[in-house]
């Protein structure tokens, strides 16, 4: 979510209260549905993600005081379409300014227990899916010792990869035969899973 994605719609959020209003998992779910889905009424994006409409409508308009959702057009009260303003959100990092580092850490506290919970759901359900999907399902880490420009790198390297497939998102008409939704997480952090601080925490390599 931090990093900025090339040549895609990114909504930059540099207002801690962006971020503190962001940090919720209706909206985040909202968010990401209205992305994937395209336009829809707060009924419907309520009963999609098991909310009243009440309580979609009231987050939709959360949402869009940042900017983040916009209403589309026609329609009245809770049957008016919302639709997302862009695909992606970005929001800074390594600013010293504490009301904006602790909103962003809330954000992202929410949002890395969405991703624990996603995967636990998988690894509990992986083998109700076919072969083939738990065979090209990828779990795993690799240590690799890196300076910040090679993991930079590394990263655009692969968020280049991954956007060749994005436009079928917004294309169905492109998505082959058997092609279904996949979430690819983006993880790359510095040290490793052995639990011991890394005595190079930050020194340069080769100190």
Do not use: C
């Amino acid at each position: 979510m931090s990093e900025t994605p090339p040549r895609r719609s990114v909504k930059r959020l540099t207002d801690p209260r962006a971020l503190r209003a962001l940090a919720h998992p209706t909206r985040l779910s909202l968010v990401g549905l209205l992305r994937l889905e395209g336009p829809m009424t707060a009924t419907k994006a309520g009963e999609l993600l098991g909310e009243s409409s009440a309580s979609a409508s009231f987050h939709l308009r959360q949402l869009a005081k940042y900017g983040l959702v916009e209403e589309a057009g026609g329609g009245t009260g809770r049957e008016r379409p919302w639709k997302a303003t862009t695909q992606f959100t970005a929001y800074p990092e390594g600013e010293e300014n504490p009301a904006l580092d602790a909103a962003r850490d809330q954000l992202t506290a929410v949002i890395a227990n969405r991703y624990f919970e996603f995967l636990l759901s998988w690894l509990e359900t992986r083998y109700l899916e076919p072969p083939a999907w738990q065979e090209a399902s990828v779990f795993g880490d690799t240590m690799l010792y890196l300076t910040p420009g090679e993991l930079a790198e590394l990263a655009a390297a692969e968020r280049n990869l991954v956007d060749r497939y994005f436009d079928r998102t917004e294309h169905p008409e492109l998505r082959p035969p058997g092609a279904r939704r996949v979430t690819w997480l983006h993880l790359s952090l510095p040290g490793d899973l052995s639990g011991v601080i890394p005595r190079d925490r930050g020194q340069d390599a080769g100190q």
